[in-house]
Every structure is written in C-alpha cells, then in structure tokens.
C-alpha cells in the first residue's frame, strides 16, 4: 500500500558532498542493538552486512522490502513519526500485549506491525520541524540506500528528492515504491494493493469459476512489489560497485501486478484472445487438477499428465478410469472435465483428508491437504524448516515472528532484532551515526522533534 500522509516542513538548504566514493562495509549494530542471540560475527557473515538502509516507508511493500534488506545483514533505520508511528501500529487487534517494559497500559504493538518489521531500528522524528529534516539529510549522507513510498514530488518540499539527495550523497541508492510510478497518467494516484490487484487483471482471474472476481487472501501485489524493490537494490548496489554511481529506482505496484501475471499475460498476448476467467483451484489446461471435497475437508489433487492421473485412479481404487475413453488423454479429460471430476469428487467424499494423506503417502503424485492458518504454522515441515522463531520482545516478553525463508550455506540469515518499539533506537541512532550529544538529544526531544 503507497499513502500520502506529510505534515509541512520548512525546506532546508543543502550542499552537495565533496566526499569520493567509498563502499559502506562496517558491520552496524551491536549486543545491546540485537536482542535475540545473533553476535557481531554472526551479522558480519551476511550478504548485506556493512550495508546502511534509511527506511522511509509505511504500512506493507515498502516496509517488506526494508525487512528484506535487513535480513540480509543491512543496518535498517526506520524513520516514523514521533508520536503516531507506522500506520499499521494502530492496525488491531490482534496485538501481542505489553508485559514489561516503558508501555504497561497500552494495547500492545499489532500483529500487522510485527510481520514486516523485523531486524530494524526505529528512529521516531518529525517533518514538521526544520530540525527533523536536517537529520534526513545528514542520515541521508552516511546511507548506502533509501527507500520511500510517497506520492511523486512529495518529498521534494523537505529537499528529500532524489535530485537533491544525489547531490549530497551521489553514491545513494534511492527506491521509490509508488502506486502507478513517477511517469504516466495515473502517476499522482495514490495506489493500494486491492486497486491495482482490481485494475490490472489479477482479481479477475481470482475466484470461484461461476463466482464474482475476489482479491488474494494477502495483498500480494504489495508483497511481490517489496521483492522486486529488494532484489532491484541488491542489483543496483552490484552496479555501484563498478561504477561508483548511485541511481534512482522507480517502482510501480501496477508494473509490478502486470509482471506478475506471468504465463497468462503471455497467453494473451501470444492468442490475441481475452483469458478464459476465473477457474478457482482448477487448471484450464490441466484435468484432474483442483481441490476435491472428503469427508470433513478438501485435498488438492494433481493429476498433472498420464501416468500421475493413472496413479491418481489406482489410488481411489478406479483404475478403469485410467483407459476409459472418455479419459484416457489429457485432452479428453479436459473435454469431459465435468463428468471426471463429479466421479473423483464422488470417491474423495468417502473418506476423511486424513485418510486420503494416508493412502496417497508415497505415490509420486502431487497433492495436498488445504489447511488454515495456524495448521500452517503449527506444520511439521514448516517448523522443521525453521520457519517459526520466538523472540524476547524488549515490552511484550517472548513472541512468536515468520521467520526469513532462504537458507544459504555460509550466511545464517535470521531474527537478529525483534520490531522496534516506536523510537526505540532514536538516541543510540543519533548518538552513533550522527554523533550528537545528550544535551542535542535532549533539546530535540523537547521540542518534539524526535521521539
């Protein structure tokens, strides 16, 4: 989701760097930064180790793609206003509830928090004062890479543009994550996940065959968008490293929804033809391949090509169904789609999801139970992949987070630092990077600049 939301800010004058270009590769963060059991060494293994993220971004593509970065090893400063934070701080319930800690009474930091905001550290500051944004442009000149989701030309009234911060920093990465983009008609639009997934064609083709379109269960078009921003910083910092150059990134929701449509957007291009629809947990292409009713469930089955569907038909025990005519080739099958699915459906009804597992156990055929949320999380193979951490949050005690999901063979990327409390890391920021001292700190704090 890309939101506009800026309080007015007086512009400060800046001068350009006269720095050369040298890679950022001190390794940030310290015993007291990283509350779960991650050392120095440990961080300095990581791809993105010595790397410096200034995070200016809200709610979920932004913030997925900063939690990307920080996985990896980056040192993620996250900018939030002092006193309201990220939007979704106040998207619950669910919270995980405070238990220690500064904030006893309050409801407790949201679940939707939480899942994308990990292995960051939370600077709380204001726009709203000329003194908030003097501190944007010095973090801005000691990082490696920005990253920001406000509507195109926002940010240009606190001197936070890219042209402007080239200047200061011509090494930076900076990545803007916008609804439609910087260029085109719909440029000023602010854009969220469910709009785009409506207007470029995923809803479409989402839903029940004979039901009404519907969205993805997650806004996945945010999702996808923060990988693509992530992976397009890791690209651009490869480049910088041969050219010395920093670059502008402009990343689209709606470029990103399109991408995304994949094998059917190259259908339809290559046909000249509209799409065939919706088609729920089915295959257009593919039969049998969809979920099937049991006794007190469904299963996914996965008769992909001839010999798997006569593994298929062994297993229900209707083997006949292998060289009946009706069914014998995939292009049959697909014919009489209809009539071969009510007959598997009619076997599967027999038996519980259980029990189908059972029987299906070993048989070289896809397949698959369709289970919930906390099934999912409480799967053999999802904790046996390590999958689910618990971490010791600094005001809510042990929580429970999604862990990272790429595994390398050198580098352990994981849960260094659990999501920061608003403004956890302000002084220590300030004090480190920017070299400010108490009686700075204080003064600002007064004046409600920083949290």
Known sequence: ?????????????????????????????????????????????????????????????????????????????????????????????????????KHPDGPGESAYYLGVNRNKRSLGLSFAHPAGVDILHRLAKQCDVLVENYLPGSLVKYAMDYETLSKINPHLIYASITGYGQTGPYSNRAGYDVMVEAEFGLMHITGARDGPPVKVGVAVTDLTTGLYTSNSIMAALLRRMKSGKGQHIDVALSDCQVATLANIASSALISGKKDSGRWGTSHPSIVPYKAFKTANGDILLGGGNDRLYGILCTRIGKPEWSVDDRFKTNALRVQNRDTLEQLIERETQKKTTEEWLEILEGCGMPYAAI???????????????????????????????????????ESKPGIRMPPPTLGQHTDDILRETLSMDEGEISSLRDEGVIA
């Open 1 to 101: 989701m890309m939101i506009n939301m800026f309080p007015q800010a007086s512009r400060t004058i800046v001068r350009a760097s006269s720095r050369t270009f040298k890679p950022n590769w001190r390794v940030y963060g310290s015993s007291r930064q990283h509350t779960t059991a991650a050392s120095n060494e440990d961080v300095s293994t990581l791809p993105l180790a010595g790397i410096k993220v200034l995070d200016m971004t809200r709610v979920l593509a932004g913030p997925y793609c900063t939690q990307i970065l920080g996985d990896l090893g980056a040192d993620v400063i996250k900018i939030e206003h002092p006193t309201r934070g990220d939007d979704t701080r106040a998207w619950g319930p669910p919270y995980a509830k405070y238990s220690q800690g």
């Open 371 to 409: 289970n919930d949320i906390q099934n999912t999380l409480n799967h053999e193979h999802v904790l046996a992949r390590d999958m689910v951490k618990e971490v010791e949050h600094s005001t809510c005690g042990p929580i429970k987070l999604v862990n990272t999901p790429v595994k390398y063979s």
